[in-house]
């Protein structure tokens, strides 16, 4: 298994208050979708991001 690949908080945090699309976000950081959405979570956690932009962005049903 190959080891964990570190993203930088602020430039994933800069790109999705940019408008960056979930599309574009997984292209650029080589995620899957569940990868996004666990990134997504971890940003909420710490406070990066707020839940509300989590749902602007996913559709609730897709939200973990």
């Not at 971890?42 to 609730?60: F, M």
Request: glycine letters at 6%; hydrophobic letters at 35%; aromatic letters at 4%.
């Amino acid at each position: 298994m190959s080891p964990k690949r570190r993203i930088k908080g602020n430039e994933i945090v800069a790109d999705i208050k940019g408008g960056m699309t979930d599309q574009r976000l997984m292209e650029k950081y080589k995620l899957s979708e569940q990868a996004l959405k666990n990134i997504f979570r971890k940003l909420v956690d710490a406070g990066a991001i707020l839940e509300s932009e989590l749902q602007e962005r996913i559709p609730p049903e897709r939200i973990p």
